[in-house]
C-alpha cells in the first residue's frame, strides 16, 4: 500500500515507470488531494502486465480526462 495523498504532486511519470516494473508488487495506490491534471502515463502503467495496482484513488484531483483511464481498466 502506499499514500501519496496530499502532495501536491502535479506528475506520476517515475510512479508509472516504477508500476511497470516485474518487481513492484504494490496493490493499492492513494493519490488522492493532489494537483494531478494528466494522467496518461499511469494509465499506460496499468496496461502493463506486469502492474499488479488493484486498489485506486484518484479523487480530489484536476484531471482533465479520463478517457485514457478508463481505456486502461477494460
Given at each position: ?10 506528475s506520476v511519470r517515475k510512479l508509472s515507470e516504477a508500476l ?55
Amino acid at each position: 500500500s502506499l499514500n501519496l495523498s496530499h502532495n501536491q504532486l502535479t506528475s506520476v511519470r517515475k510512479l508509472s515507470e516504477a508500476l511497470q516494473s516485474p518487481h513492484c508488487k504494490l496493490k493499492d495506490l492513494d493519490l488522492s488531494n493532489n494537483r494531478l491534471t494528466s494522467i496518461q502515463e499511469l494509465s499506460e502503467a496499468l496496461k502493463s502486465p506486469n502492474c499488479e495496482v488493484t486498489s485506486l484513488n484518484l479523487s480530489h484531483n484536476q484531471l482533465t480526462s479520463i478517457r485514457e483511464l478508463s481505456e486502461a481498466l477494460q
